[in-house]
Every structure is written in C-alpha cells, then in structure tokens.
Nanobody, 123 residues
Framework: QVQLVESGGGSVLTGGSLRLSCAASRYISRSNCMGWFRQAPGNEREGVAAISTGGERTVYADSVKGRFTISRDSAKSTVYLQMNSLKPEDTAMYYC????????????????WGQGTQVTVSS
C-alpha cells in the first residue's frame, strides 16, 4: 500500500533545530523523487526541499538554503529533513511527498502525500 508517514514535528524556540522523518513504503522509496512541502495558515503550500531517487541531487527553496538539509536512507525507506536555525516564519504543517517520474526541476506533479507534521517556532 502506498504510504508516507511523517514524524518529528514539534515546538521550538527561534534558532532551534528539528529533524523530520518520512517513512515511505518500499515501492515509493525505490523509484520516486521525495520532497518536503509546508503550508502555513492562510498561505499556499510551498516546496521546501527535494531529493532525487538515489540521493545524489537536492534542491531547496531559497528561504531555507543553508539552514535545511534533505537526505534519504534507502535501506530504511526514510527521508529526513534536518532543520537548523529555525525562524518563526518556518512555522507550518510540513508534508512529505513523492513523485514519479523523478524530476527535480519543478515542485509540481507530486503523486503521493503524507498527512503532515506540525512545526511551530516561537520567538
């Protein structure tokens, strides 16, 4: 069954860190680009980071470059988002998503989505 399950969200102070995890079914993990998106109340969903099938290529939104790192562990079928130097504007629901065929040049056409995990950053 196609499934993406996020975990690791929580509440932190400005400057803190969190690591989000996305456990994917084996089928998804093997063949899909994986991405992290976020949506704050009243805002549209935006792409944050994405990683290629083999993990050799990554892309980031300008707003998180240098602070967030996406990675994947194929053996565990898990994708991670390490978030450092968090800011209040990073507060949002974070979603894991998968896309096949894998094309990192666009934040669109993601086929599978998780339920999300909440990240709250307070000053």
């Amino acid at each position: 069954q196609v499934q993406l399950v996020e975990s690791g969200g929580g509440s932190v102070l400005t400057g803190g860190s969190l690591r989000l995890s996305c456990a994917a079914s084996r089928y998804i993990s093997r063949s899909n680009c994986m991405g992290w998106f976020r949506q704050a109340p009243g805002n549209e969903r935006e792409g944050v980071a994405a990683i290629s099938t083999g993990g050799e290529r990554t892309v980031y939104a300008d707003s998180v470059k240098g602070r967030f790192t996406i990675s994947r562990d194929s053996a565990k079928s898990t994708v991670y988002l390490q978030m450092n130097s968090l800011k209040p504007e990073d507060t949002a629901m974070y979603y894991c998503a998968a896309k096949l065929p894998c094309a990192l040049g666009s934040w669109s056409d993601y086929n599978y989505w998780g339920q999300g995990t909440q990240v709250t950053v307070s000053s």
